[in-house]
Nanobody
Framework: VQLQASGGGLVQAGGSLRLSCAAS????????MGWYRQAPGQEREFVAS????????IYADSVKGRFTMSRDHAKNTVYLQMNSLKPEDTAVYYC?????????????????WGQGTQVIVSS
């Protein structure tokens, strides 16, 4: 599975961005997928995850109510809609494919990782 993340950029606090992650190669359509992020000097942290069916999305407390994860099976793509962005959301965002069909916040369930896309939120 190859993952290509895109959509990052520079945005002012309070603004919005939509990240995309396209999967190719061996299909990930039967797998849960997730978004993680890593800020400079910090460990990678869970952001959101969605089941193979595209329901039951779960979120980190820090983004709940502001971020929405979705998937489009026809395009083999998952999305992360990020609203009301804050400077503390600044990080490199990574998408990943889980070995499980359900949504999960357990990092060791994720086998395939994309290259990351940079999000910078200015105050």
């Amino acid at each position: 599975v190859q993952l290509q993340a895109s959509g990052g950029g520079l945005v002012q606090a309070g603004g919005s961005l939509r990240l995309s992650c396209a999967a190719s190669g061996r299909a990930a359509s039967n797998n849960g997928m997730g978004w993680y992020r890593q800020a400079p000097g910090q460990e990678r942290e869970f952001v959101a995850s969605i089941s193979w069916r595209g329901d039951g999305a779960i979120y980190a407390d820090s983004v709940k109510g502001r971020f929405t994860m979705s998937r489009d099976h026809a395009k083999n793509t998952v999305y992360l809609q990020m609203n009301s962005l804050k400077p503390e959301d600044t990080a490199v965002y990574y998408c990943a494919v889980s070995l499980s069909s359900t949504a999960s916040r357990l990092t060791d369930r994720y086998r395939y990782w994309g290259q990351g896309t940079q999000v910078i939120v200015s105050s």
